[in-house]
């Protein structure tokens, strides 16, 4: 499509650059300068224009730049290569920094919540508009009554995508129904999960998706205000978000008479100080509200009393970033996408000992091998495949027999691991599964508030007998008191964080009890990660 | 309007509770002894401690009495193995986390997680003690407050905040390292908030909180005004 540059021509060739804090941490706002200045000095302004976009999705290899409507996608560019870049406008790429956009990594994904991705300048609220933005806002508040706009979330089958994958359409109906004057929309975005950022991308990339969804809530659940909680560490999407609830008030789908309707919705930002528990979503209500983020037990539940007593809707993001799609194209459509329980898609941040680590949204039931595979492109440096972790803290291990298996909620809780926020960490047999657990642990108990004794206590206890295993200085009874522990803790911790902190434990127990073994038993550790004493230090040690 | 009446079993019996009861509130009444630490009648309740933890049938997860409101119909267990294994476990991880030696302790005798491992059997520590370094603040003129013999149970917080009104008292730090503090982290003595009126002390269930000049055994708290207080504040019920 052409477009439009400052001097109200029509470009005839646009090049998109990713200005996602990936791409910016590799250079990119220069790149993009130095672009800028070469096509200046060139007097091409009139025919080329440069736009900063969301994230591409394959930031392993950024800063990326997309030439339309060529097609051609350049990875890992520096300044001085900017030259060639646009010399070559128009002639042959140049090869030597052209990435395949033909590779599995691109085509075998399905984009709804990162639709906008790359295609948007985050920036700019025309951009959004021009993509059938807000479309979905206006229909909602013109043409349906709030409950159509639930019954179509019900429709749609979405989940919750923060984590627990609570039916999405069943807690705004909740919601909806509950007293009170004053009702609140939340949208959690504190993400947590060490490794995840797959919310961080969304609001850089396509922060007015995420309001849109808001908005859509606030009408459907009776809400005329609601608050973005995200952390601190963040700016690049604070900012983002900050720019895009100046643009929409401005353009009317933020604030009074939304779409020329009565409806009214205001959305400001809180900033977490980025303590894991501060996304548990009554931890979270309690520092909006000013106090100590620890959570509370519930119920009741935040959809009958939350943010200040007040029924509250909170939701993810990615979970708000589905809702715009499912108004649009009705809840039909969305509910033909994945398996039979697990609608729509999932953003997954791949990482760890893959070929392609980066974004990449599928539809549920893809396939595991498919993921690590196809798309990531396999394990590097001609590993082998040892297990995946997914989930975060609360998830868990997934061994190789689990690679034909078909990614949804219900199979990931079978194999011991859970979806939680969508982190995938792919780990070769260079990984120890035992100090992955302790890794783990030592997060949840850092992590942990402090409020309720078995997590507080648990966790460090725990995360001692790990180490102890790790550095060959444990025995048989340590590991049944760490079974018990794990048991314990899981079982009477107040918050999701206590409960599920026993997960990477478990199922590395589950799967990989040899490797438990050989530290315990014969002080080694087969993957060669843990540093252990010689036994017979040990053994002098003891007698 | 009076509060409606419902029926629910408890351990197996028939028992009747105000529909705003909680599971505490309606066991106590059919005089069903749930264990409780964090629990203080006429404080809110927090969750912390989870010793009063249940089994509700057709709910798999365990529910804490003290905060889990009774319905028609819920049947309940308050004294399962399970539930008996889990809160020994939670008892002595709460001796391992400080430093608890109760023959040197003002509370000795008095002191009610002393009394909650007698109650329940511990009568031995599985998990390793942990023995941190923590100090002791005596700068108030009448109180002293002990960290190593808390546990965090934020009864002292809650009835300076809640009774006193004066809220000299937080919670600072998170996981192993959190503490109470009294003001921002101040020595006591030099709380401009504290009115010296003694309630924490008063309703801090072991030595944590004790009252200078009183010699072991002592130390006695008087914790039933508290219910007293509330009534009067409140004026109703
Ligand atoms: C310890 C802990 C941390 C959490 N962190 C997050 C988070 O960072 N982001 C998030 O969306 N949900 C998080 N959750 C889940 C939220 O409590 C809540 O379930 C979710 O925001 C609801 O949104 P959803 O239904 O759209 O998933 C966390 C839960 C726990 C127990
Ligand atoms: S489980 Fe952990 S994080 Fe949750 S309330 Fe208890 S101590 Fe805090
Ligand atoms: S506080 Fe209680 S348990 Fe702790 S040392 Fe004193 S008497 Fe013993
Ligand atoms: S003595 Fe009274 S005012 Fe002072 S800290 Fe204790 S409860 Fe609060
Ligand atoms: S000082 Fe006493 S009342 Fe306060 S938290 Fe510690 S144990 Fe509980
Ligand atoms: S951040 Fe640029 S491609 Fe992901
Ligand atoms: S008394 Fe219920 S959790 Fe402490």
């Known amino acids: ?543 | 309007m009076p509060a409606k009446v419902i029926t629910l079993t408890i351990d197996g019996r028939d028992v009747s509770a105000r529909e705003d009861y909680t599971i505490l509130d309606a066991a106590k009444e059919a005089n069903v002894k749930i264990p409780t630490l964090c629990h203080l009648e006429g404080l809110c309740d927090v969750g912390a401690c989870r010793l009063c933890m249940v089994e509700v049938k057709g709910i798999p997860k365990l529910l804490p009495a003290c905060v889990t409101k009774v319905s028609e119909g819920m049947s309940v267990t308050t004294d399962s193995e399970r539930l008996l294994h889990y809160r020994m476990t939670i008892v002595e991880l709460m001796f391992s986390e400080r430093n608890h030696i109760c023959s040197v302790c003002v509370s000795n005798g008095h002191c009610e997680l002393q009394a909650m491992a007698m109650r329940l059997g511990v009568d031995h520590m599985r998990v390793p003690y942990r023995y941190p370094t923590l100090p002791v603040d005596a700068s108030h003129e009448r109180f002293v407050l002990d960290h190593n013999r808390c546990i965090l149970c934020t009864r002292c917080v809650r009835a300076c905040d809640e009774i006193e009104g004066a809220h000299t008292w937080d919670v600072m730090g998170r996981g192993i390292d959190a503490k109470v503090i009294t003001d921002m982290n101040e020595p006591w003595g030099k709380s401009e908030s504290c009115t010296s009126c003694g309630k924490c002390v008063n309703v801090c269930p072991t030595g944590a909180l004790f009252e200078k000049g009183r010699s072991v055994g002592e130390m006695v708290k008087r914790k039933a005004f508290l219910p007293y207080l509330t009534q009067m504040r409140e004026g109703k019920k």
């Open chain 1, 1 to 543: 499509m052409p477009e439009e540059t400052t001097n109200g021509t029509q470009a005839q060739t646009t090049l998109d650059i990713c200005v996602a804090a990936g791409c910016l941490s590799c250079q990119g706002d220069l790149v993009k300068e130095a672009l800028e200045k070469e096509i200046d000095a060139r007097g091409l302004a009139e025919r080329v224009a440069v736009r900063g976009v969301g994230c591409l999705g394959l930031c392993m290899a950024g800063p990326l730049l997309r030439v339309s409507p060529d097609g051609i996608l350049y990875q890992a560019m520096v300044p001085e290569d900017a030259g060639e870049i646009v010399e070559s406008i128009g002639k042959k790429p140049v090869k030597r920094l052209e990435c395949d956009a033909e590779q599995s990594f691109f085509t075998r994904q399905v984009k709804i919540v990162l639709e906008n991705s790359g295609e948007v300048d985050p920036d700019k609220l025309d951009d959004y508009t021009a993509v059938g933005g807000y479309d979905a806002l206006a229909k909602a508040v013109g043409e349906m009554e709030p409950s159509e706009v639930i019954s179509e979330m019900v429709t749609s089958g979405l989940r919750g995508r923060g984590g627990g994958g609570y039916p999405s359409g069943l807690k705004w109906g909740t919601v909806a129904k509950a007293d009170g004057a004053r009702k609140y929309v939340i949208c959690n975005a504190d993400e947590g999960d060490p490794g995840a950022f797959m919310d961080r991308s969304v609001l850089e990339s396509d922060p007015f998706r995420v309001l849109e969804g808001m908005a859509i809530a606030g009408y459907a659940v009776g809400a005329d205000s609601g608050y973005v909680y995200c952390r601190a560490e963040y700016p690049l999407a604070v900012k983002r978000l900050k720019n895009a609830i100046r643009q929409a008030e401005r353009a009317g789908f933020l604030g009074s008479n939304i779409c020329g309707s009565s409806f009214r919705f205001t959305v400001d930002i809180r900033l977490g100080a980025g303590a894991f528990v501060c996304g548990e979503e009554t931890a979270l209500i309690s520092s909006i509200e000013g106090n100590r983020g620890s959570p509370r037990p519930r119920p009741p539940f935040p959809a009958a009393s939350g943010l200040w007593d007040c029924p509250t809707l909170i939701n993810n993001v990615e979970t708000f970033a589905n809702v715009a799609p499912i108004i649009r194209n009705g809840g039909e459509w969305f509910s033909g996408i994945g398996t039979e329980k697990s609608k729509g898609t999932k953003v997954f941040a791949l990482a760890g000992r893959v070929q392609n680590t980066g974004l990449i949204e599928v539809p549920m039931g893809t396939v595991l091998r498919d993921i690590i595979f196809d798309i990531g492109g396999g394990i590097p440096d001609g590993r082998k495949f040892k297990a995946v972790q997914t989930g975060g803290p609360s998830g868990g291990c997934i061994p190789e027999q689990f690679l034909d298996m078909a990614v949804t909620y219900e199979s990931l809780a079978q194999a011991g691991s859970i979806m939680g926020s969508g982190g995938m960490i792919v780990m070769d047999e260079t990984s120890c599964m035992v100090d992955v657990a302790r890794y783990f642990m030592e997060f949840c108990m850092t992590e942990s508030c402090g409020k309720c004794v078995p997590c507080r206590v648990g966790t460090m206890q725990m995360h001692e007998l790990l180490e102890k295993i790790t550095q060959g200085r444990a025995s048989m009874k340590d590991l049944d008191l760490l079974e018990e522990l794990c048991e314990v803790v899981r079982f009477s911790s107040l918050c999701g964080l206590g409960q599920t902190s026993p997960n990477p434990v478990l199922s590395t127990l589950r799967y990989f009890r040899d490797e438990y073994l050989a530290h315990i038993r014969d002080h080694v550790c087969p993957a060669g990660v843990c540093k252990m004493k010689s036994p017979s230090k040990i053994h002098a040690e003891v007698a």
